[in-house]
């Protein structure tokens, strides 16, 4: 399979822009992080400093901010990925374990029987979700809800969330819907799309902050699914389906 390696995207590049300076950008860390970054990662950062050199025996408490820092970095850590060139692929949106795929009779926005992917990001996953296609946003929809643990199945349809139905942009423009949902610590889905907007397959459009859950819904007569039960995937990187 062919791939190319990820490069900048105009989209992409505006959207950080609201959320961070430009030279953030160029850390591999989640534009979305910029706010909490700065609002526990200076605090942390100085006490950690500070505590170090008071000396004995204070120096050894500058190991929890140190710890506490490390821990919120490592977070909303954002890695590059090799995205897939190969016209038939269709990667994962988020990063975690596939816990859910899923057979649906009538999905209404595919007008059709679809399947269902359902993947799981603990907190210890890269929380940065990713366009499984190349498309085009139809409609998104948010829904207020409650945060339940993302491992039951329930969460799907009871958890806050948001929707956002894509077309593809060539070709016989077959949609597909990624779902962001939220969990029993997450409290705040970033999503800066806006309708009509393009994404390519790949690129990042938005967040969810801590253990969460992604779905990926496909219309079920087109696509051979490529992923089972308990597969670790990577957002933008990792082939969960193909068009048949």
């Known amino acids: 399979m062919s791939e190319v390696a990820e490069t ?9 822009a609201r959320y961070c300076p430009k030279w953030f ?8 992080g910029w706010r ?5 990662g200076w605090p942390l950062l100085i006490s950690s400093i500070g505590l170090a050199l008071l000396g004995q025996p204070w120096g050894w408490f500058a190991v929890v901010p140190g710890t506490l820092l490390a821990l919120l970095l490592y977070f909303f850590r954002d890695p590059p990925r090799t995205i897939p060139n190969a016209a038939d692929a269709i990667v994962a949106p988020a990063d975690g374990t596939v816990v859910d795929v ?7 926005f595919l007008d059709g029987p679809a399947v269902r992917i359902g993947i799981f990001l603990s907190i210890f996953n890269v929380h940065v979700n990713r366009a499984p296609l190349a498309g085009r946003v139809v409609a998104l929809r948010y829904r ?8 039951r199945p329930e969460s799907a349809e009871r958890n806050e969330s948001m929707w956002i139905g894509f077309e593809e942009t060539s070709g016989p423009r077959r949609r597909f819907a990624v779902r962001q949902i939220s969990g029993l610590l997450a409290r705040r889905i970033v999503c800066p799309l806006r309708a009509e907007q393009t994404v390519t397959r790949g690129e990042k459009f938005g967040m969810i902050k801590l253990g969460s859950r992604t779905e990926l819904i496909l219309p079920a007569g087109e696509v051979g699914i490529a992923v089972q039960r308990g597969d670790k995937v990577r957002a ?9």
């Open 236 to 244: 933008g990187s990792d082939v969960v389906a193909r068009w048949k």
């Open 36 to 40: 909490e970054l700065n609002l526990y």
């Open 144 to 151: 207020p809800g409650e945060f339940l643990n993302a491992l």
């Open 8 to 16: 900048p995207k105009t989209y992409a590049q505006l959207s950080a």
């Open 25 to 32: 950008e160029r850390w591999p860390l989640a534009p979305w």
């Open 102 to 108: 899923t057979p649906l009779d009538y999905y209404e």
